[in-house]
């Protein structure tokens, strides 16, 4: 694992609040995810695949979640319907496809993504296999705090590790 | 979407049941999933990316998952430990593996996988973004029942539909 592939997601994370949301949002410092995601959270995530592989998840708490999409939809939303599910969905596939840009033009590891998933309920965890490491980064915005997590492992060196 | 589409993913579960657990997995029919997931069920899930974006899952009740992983292991597994969760990431990576090799060699569009993520808890659903859909094929078999869930967005066609 090279902490370094978590700076595209990050920069396109304040790019997608900035652009789209017309919001600064604020990192906080890295850490490694032990337990896996918060319950209650709802998670957005996406695969990454190609020469690394691995997971990119937008871990927001309900309330973020629904002012993220409001703000997407120009509409005030109370509860989590198909409407949040598709903005939330197209929130992690911006975030994951402006990653896969700097990628690809910067000469990192070319990636391919997968299709967004959004994780939601009052009980529950994401595991990854014991081999992969999850870096997680904590965000604060105007609309609420989130979290950036990311798990990579890369295909050529076999294990990801920190 | 593509029905035949699913049919590599068949196979290869069968294979998995039959030459990895010595026991036959019997489908049953295909239908279309309308709620996301089954609460209680771990969900092992994996990316696909490339020509035909999407994302294969394995939902095992808690039971079958500790069977499956018992027999994948040689041992008698009593909770959902970090070995079983390992163990079950391999089988839907060994599912998606088993299906690329196919479509690759078969003149499917080429498919890249992600990284297995593994999802349980009492109380969550898993939603993918409304414009796709999802298809379930319930599988029978000695270790217990499970199902093979499958979304598909072709990223050559834009939506994906039935």
């Keep these: 694992m090279k902490v370094e ?20 949002a604020e990192r906080g410092e890295v850490g490694v995810v032990t337990e896996g995601s918060r319950a209650g959270d709802l998670s957005a995530m996406i695969g990454l695949s190609g020469d690394v ?33 598709d903005a939330i969905s197209e929130a992690v596939n911006i975030v994951a496809g402006g990653a896969k840009a700097k990628f690809n033009s910067g000469g990192g590891p070319p990636i391919a993504l997968g299709l967004p998933v959004v994780v939601q309920g009052g009980d529950y965890n994401i595991d990854f296999p ?33």
Tied chains: 1, 2.
């Design 5 to 24: 592939y978590i700076n595209p997601f990050v920069a396109s994370t304040r790019d997608l609040f900035k652009t789209m949301l017309n919001c600064e």
């Design 53 to 85: 592989r691995g997971t990119v998840v937008l871990g927001f708490p309900i309330d973020t979640a629904l002012k993220v999409a409001g703000r997407m939809l120009s509409s005030e939303m109370q509860t989590v319907d198909e409407e949040v599910i």
């Design 130 to 162: 014991s081999k992969s490491a999850w870096l997680d980064v904590p965000f604060t915005s105007e609309l609420g705090p989130f979290a950036l997590r990311i798990t990579f492992e890369s295909a050529a060196a076999g294990t990801a590790r920190l």
